[in-house]
């Protein structure tokens, strides 16, 4: 069975890090696209970093450049996202999701969901 398995999220104050993680189960992530998406109460989910397969290439959402760093360790087959200068509008629950493709979009058609964690940024 195909799984994706988020953790690392919790509180933390603004200005603070968190590094979450994305592991997966019944698949090896080598051939697949991974996302970061995020969803806050209230509003639509939206992409925030994904990672391709083919040289390891990674997108951004513009909110986000600069502060958060997505990267990839295909023998533990898991995606990480460091997370620092954490702001309030940051918080939200955080999903990875995995496509079976060489390049990655922000946009949600992703075929694999994770059941996500939550990020709590407040002082």
């Known amino acids: 069975q195909l799984q994706l398995v988020e953790s690392g999220g919790g509180l933390v104050q603004p200005g603070g890090s968190l590094r979450l993680y994305c592991a997966a189960s019944g698949f090896t992530l080598d051939s697949y696209a991974i996302g970061w998406f995020r969803q806050a109460p209230g509003k639509e989910r939206e992409g925030v970093s994904c990672?391709?397969?083919?040289?390891?290439?990674?997108n951004y959402a513009d909110s986000v450049k600069g502060r958060f760093t997505i990267s990839r360790d295909n023998a533990k087959n898991t995606v990480y996202l460091q997370m620092d200068s954490l702001k309030p509008e940051d918080t939200a629950v955080y999903y990875c999701?995995?496509?079976?493709?060489?390049?990655?979009?922000?946009?949600?058609?992703?075929?694999?969901w994770g059941q996500g964690t939550q990020v709590t940024v407040s002082s």
């Open positions: 990672i391709s397969t083919i040289g390891g290439s990674t």
């Open positions: 999701a995995a496509v079976r493709s060489l390049l990655c979009v922000l946009s949600p058609s992703y075929d694999y």
